[in-house]
């Protein structure tokens, strides 16, 4: 849903530690109680570069973006960087309004924990608390007074009233299916239905004010009480209509061949409404200017201010999509829509991912590099912009391809063992990993080496150059290759190891199941001891104090060569629901670190955002 906001925007204090409070009933108070503090409510540190998650509300100024959308997702994007807030629910999240007075107002649909749409409050150093009202809620919006703060919220065919009091209470009935709503003070409240436009206010019901079409009104917005605009329409009959003069004094002033989702009247001369497969249509205070941005996804809600004479915008949709109107022109563009499976850079400025079998290329955006043929890849080496090694499997076999920046070429290892992990010092010398005990190698000419003793599943492998090569496996396999045969090592651990990475011969790092951590720093392996019982199947180092290690689940941790610290990406840890995005792949450069993971995130670490201020909101 639209939201604008004018200069200005001060929120008292600032942190944004979270923590549980309110029952989820449409009674739950507004002070809430004091809570846990630890890292499952403190905002990540990790900056998100991108993600694919579906956008449906946005609030901006020119200084910050607050976008919410599904899986329970916050976003706010300032110079800093854009951070995710930890919200405790899983639940499609659809609206967000900012209060200069009371904090920042989110709604969304039922939680899986409680079938009641949800409501949050945040202000100061917390969330203060979290509703659950009788349906999904679809929009919230409000306005400031020297009375206080009013904030309306949509639930099916009910309007609520969030007044000071600390709850939210039913403030009227529409009586038809509510998409949107835009409040003004003295309580004129305009709502966007199904059919039409309705207004109610004070003691006064809700009526109809605009009958338009059968379809739906998906969009409201407003410069004051008697200069309203609205969007929606049936099939056939898109349309904008307008409000000027007198309560029930709409008429059309725009028919569009794509349905428009949402629109924002920042003023009497910018208007923007947005829609289906990019549709944006621009209001200059005299004509209507027609647009569409590419790539042609759905756009599901847009803001929009001025600053002086200067007009902007950002509209937020599907996959992630972010597009910024200024100095009259969109810029931005949305993540494509896969989980990686694998990533690696060759540097901070190019790096590869593997989704949905194929390779993606990062430089400040992601592109598709061409396929493989019709091969699936699934994990990836780079050695350069134009030496990316990859594997996959086929049936019962296994290749390797080797992707010089323009084309692939495929080498087969017929074997029934599942390639698990690759890499690579040079061209003629690529190992890969795989089960029962057995590597491949293009030393061999794709022949598998001798057999690694005991007989073990291996799941990740590393060298510190041709004739150093390390693999490691379940039970506690550890085996070193000297260049012309593997020798087993001891582990000290039957723990299941799952990955191995190193910065050179001196520091090389096995993890693995129950938090197990092992550090060679020579010829022997001993253990490291991070307090954390996660199954670890992520690592990566630059030195002796720059270890990082990751568990599928969430948990990340940090060795600086004094102690371990521990954070979470917040990615798949809620209070009230479970999730399901993974941690897939970790890789670093210098002080540099990143994680892929399902739902297309990738994720930069960077010191945590305690307040709002640290993160230059306003």
């Known amino acids: 849903m639209i939201r604008t906001i004018t200069l200005g925007i001060l929120l008292a204090a600032v942190s944004f530690l979270l923590y549980a409070c309110g029952s989820g009933s449409p009674d739950a108070p507004d002070d809430g109680d004091d809570g846990p503090t630890g890292s499952l409510y403190a905002i990540p540190p990790f900056h998100v570069l991108s993600h694919c998650m579906n956008l449906q509300g946005v609030w901006a100024n020119e200084l910050a973006t607050i976008t919410v959308g599904e899986m329970g997702m916050v976003f706010i994007t300032t110079s800093a960087g854009r951070f995710l807030l930890p919200t405790d629910v899983n639940t499609k999240l659809n609206d967000v309004w900012v209060s200069t007075m009371?904090?920042?107002?989110?709604?969304?649909?039922?939680?899986?924990?409680?079938?009641?749409?949800?409501?949050?409050?945040?202000?100061?150093?917390?969330?203060?608390?979290?509703?659950?009202?009788?349906?999904?809620?679809?929009?919230?919006?409000?306005?400031?007074?020297?009375?206080?703060?009013?904030?309306?919220?949509?639930?099916?065919?009910?309007?609520?009233?969030w007044g000071n009091s600390g709850y939210f209470d039913q403030y009227g009935d529409v009586g038809i299916h509510i998409y949107d709503v835009w409040s003004f003070p003295n309580e004129h409240v305009y709502v966007g239905a199904m059919g039409g436009v309705y207004l109610g206010g004070g003691l006064s019901d809700f009526g109809k004010v605009y009958d338009g079409t059968t379809g739906p009104y998906y969009g409201v917005s407003g410069i004051a009480v008697d200069s309203v605009m609205a969007v929606g329409g049936a099939v056939g009959n898109y349309e904008i209509v307008r409000l000027a003069g007198t309560e029930n004094d709409f008429e059309r002033v725009y028919s569009s061949d794509k349905q428009l989702l949402d629109i924002c009247w920042a003023d009497h001369d910018w208007a923007v409404a947005v829609g289906k497969d990019g549709a944006n249509v621009l209001y200059d205070g005299d004509r209507w200017i027609s647009l569409f941005i590419d790539p042609s996804l759905d756009l599901r809600a847009v803001a929009a201010w001025k600053v002086d004479s200067e007009k902007f915008a950002v509209?937020?949709?599907?996959?992630?999509?972010?597009?910024?109107?200024?100095?009259?022109?969109w810029e931005g563009g949305a993540s494509p829509r896969v989980s990686w499976n694998d990533f690696m850079g060759v540097s901070p400025s190019v790096m590869y991912a593997i989704g949905d079998g194929r390779l993606f290329r990062y430089d400040g955006g992601w592109s598709r590099e061409p396929l493989a043929g019709n091969l699936a890849l699934t994990d990836l080496y780079c050695l350069a912009e134009d030496s990316v090694w990859a594997i996959g499997r086929v049936l019962m076999d296994n290749f390797v391809a080797s992707y010089d920046g323009a084309s692939w070429v495929t080498h087969w290892i017929a074997s029934l063992e599942t390639a698990n992990d690759i890499w690579a010092a040079d061209f003629d010398h690529v190992f890969v990993a795989c089960d029962f005990g057995t590597v491949y190698s293009s030393v061999g000419s794709w022949a598998p080496m001798s057999v690694?003793?005991?007989?073990?599943?291996?799941?990740?492998?590393?060298?510190?150059?041709?004739?150093?090569?390390?693999v490691v496996g379940e039970n506690g396999t550890i085996c070193r290759w000297n260049g012309s045969?593997?020798?087993?090592?001891?582990?000290?651990?039957?723990?299941?190891?799952?990955?191995?990475?190193?910065?050179?011969?001196?520091?090389?790092?096995?993890?693995?199941?129950?938090?197990?951590?092992?550090?060679?720093?020579?010829?022997?392996?001993t253990a490291m001891h991070p307090a954390i019982d996660d199954s670890l199947t992520l690592v990566w180092c630059d030195g002796p104090d720059n270890i990082w290690a990751a568990s599928p689940a969430g948990a990340v941790i940090h060795f600086d060569g004094a102690g371990w610290m521990r954070t979470n990406t917040q990615l798949n840890l809620r209070a009230y629901d479970t999730r399901g995005i993974t941690h897939n792949a970790i890789w670093g450069a210098g002080e540099d670190l990143y994680i892929a993971t399902d739902d297309g995130f990738l994720l930069q670490y960077r010191q945590a955002p305690t307040t709002l201020d640290d993160l230059s909101l306003w």
Do not use: C, K
Not at 126 to 141: E, F, Q, T
Not at 315 to 329: I, T
Not at 494 to 521: D, F, K, W, Y
């Open 485 to 525: 045969m593997w020798t087993p090592m001891a582990s000290g651990t039957t723990e299941h190891l799952l990955a191995i990475h190193g910065s050179s011969e001196q520091n090389i790092v096995a993890v693995g199941a129950n938090g197990t951590v092992l550090r060679n720093a020579g010829n022997e392996w």
């Open 315 to 329: 509209a937020v949709g599907d996959s992630g999509a972010v597009f910024r109107y200024a100095n009259d022109d």
């Open 102 to 161: 009371r904090g920042v107002f989110v709604v969304g649909d039922a939680a899986q924990a409680f079938s009641a749409g949800v409501a949050m409050r945040f202000e100061g150093d917390r969330r203060i608390a979290m509703w659950g009202l009788n349906s999904d809620v679809p929009a919230v919006h409000g306005y400031e007074s020297r009375a206080g703060v009013y904030v309306y919220a949509a639930t099916n065919t009910y309007i609520h009233n």
């Open 452 to 470: 690694i003793q005991p007989v073990q599943h291996l799941r990740g492998i590393w060298g510190s150059s041709p004739t150093s090569v390390y």
